[in-house]
Nanobody
Framework: VQLQASGGGLVQAGGSLRLSCAAS????????MAWYRQDPGKQRELIAS???????HYKDFVKDRFTISRDNAKNTVYLQMNSLKPDDTAVYYC???????????????WGQGTLVTVSS
């Protein structure tokens, strides 16, 4: 599966952005999906995942601010980001993988990344 992330940009603190990740192929609905982010010089970190049945799981630092969702008819996963903080500045990546319970297992299928910059 090929993934194309979009929707990043520059936003002021407290603002909102919605990221999209469009997948090619007919097997999108069989994958759990996730969003990661990466600061320069740091490891890529998982922030949210959504199962094939659309159950969502979030890391604590984005809970209540970010919402992950999927539209299988459009082969797309979204990340709605509200109340953005300067610390949320990073390159955001989507991944198609597997989820068992609350644990997400990434595959080698990554989107190209989209930059989110939050100004103070």
């Amino acid at each position: 599966v090929q993934l194309q992330a979009s929707g990043g940009g520059l936003v002021q603190a407290g603002g909102s952005l919605r990221l999209s990740c469009a997948a090619s192929g007919s097997t999108f609905s069989s994958y759990a999906m996730a969003w990661y982010r990466q600061d320069p010089g740091k490891q890529r970190e998982l922030i949210a995942s959504i199962g094939v049945e659309s159950s969502a799981h979030y890391k604590d630092f984005v809970k209540d601010r970010f919402t992950i969702s999927r539209d299988n008819a459009k082969n797309t996963v979204y990340l709605q980001m509200n109340s953005l903080k300067p610390d949320d500045t990073a390159v955001y990546y989507c991944n198609a993988g597997e989820r068992r319970g609350i644990y997400y297992y990434p595959s080698t299928y990554w989107g190209q990344g989209t930059l989110v910059t939050v100004s103070s």
